[in-house]
């Protein structure tokens, strides 16, 4: 794949979201990182009971931010010891999932769980959301 293919993929992927197989999400939220919604999700649908991934790499180091759409034609899946995105059974490119930090156990002074409050994204932004609340959402404006 070219650099052009790679994020010609990525944007797909953004756009039309992910389809991952149970076995795509084996590790997520011990072994690797899951997402963790600070003030709003990206998700194509609300998953409470579901662990995803927050991101992933393709084989060229492009990180893509993992979106669920069970109603995407894009598959990630298990290829042997090895993650992939799949279209219509075809395998597209690798799928790396990023390890989880060790600090996302860990909790503050007032119990609140360190991984709400201080993200990874992709593999080397560092985000901070100390007050996830949203004063929007009391007078139902909150965002479409």
């Given at each position: 794949m070219t650099?052009?293919?790679?994020?010609?993929l990525?944007a797909?992927?953004?756009?039309?979201?992910?389809?991952?197989?149970?076995?795509?999400?084996q590790?997520?939220?011990?072994?690797?990182?899951?997402q963790?919604?600070?003030?709003?999700g990206?998700?194509?649908v609300?998953h409470?009971?579901l662990?995803?991934?927050?991101?992933?790499?393709?084989?060229?180091?492009?990180?893509?931010?993992?979106?669920?759409?069970?109603?995407?034609?894009?598959?990630?899946?298990r290829r042997g010891?090895r993650?992939?995105?799949?279209?219509?059974?075809?395998?597209?490119?690798?799928?790396a999932l990023?390890?989880?930090?060790?600090y996302y156990?860990?909790?503050?002074?007032?119990?609140?769980l360190?991984r709400?409050?201080?993200?990874?994204?992709?593999e080397?932004c560092?985000f901070?959301c100390?007050q996830?609340?949203?004063?929007?959402?009391?007078?139902?404006?909150?965002?479409?």
């Open positions: 650099a052009m293919d790679h994020l010609r990525k797909e992927l953004l756009v039309e979201g992910i389809n991952p197989t149970a076995d795509a999400l590790g997520v939220g011990t072994e690797y990182k899951e963790n919604h600070g003030l709003f990206w998700d194509f609300d409470p009971d662990s995803l991934p927050d991101d992933f790499v393709l084989a060229d180091g492009t990180v893509v931010q993992f979106r669920y759409n069970p109603s995407s034609p894009y598959i990630m899946e010891d993650r992939v995105i799949a279209r219509a059974g075809e395998v597209l490119d690798t799928a990023i390890p989880r930090p060790r156990d860990a909790a503050s002074t007032s119990g609140a360190m709400q409050i201080a993200q990874i994204g992709g080397d560092f901070v100390y996830n609340y949203c004063l929007h959402f009391a007078r139902r404006e909150e965002c479409a």
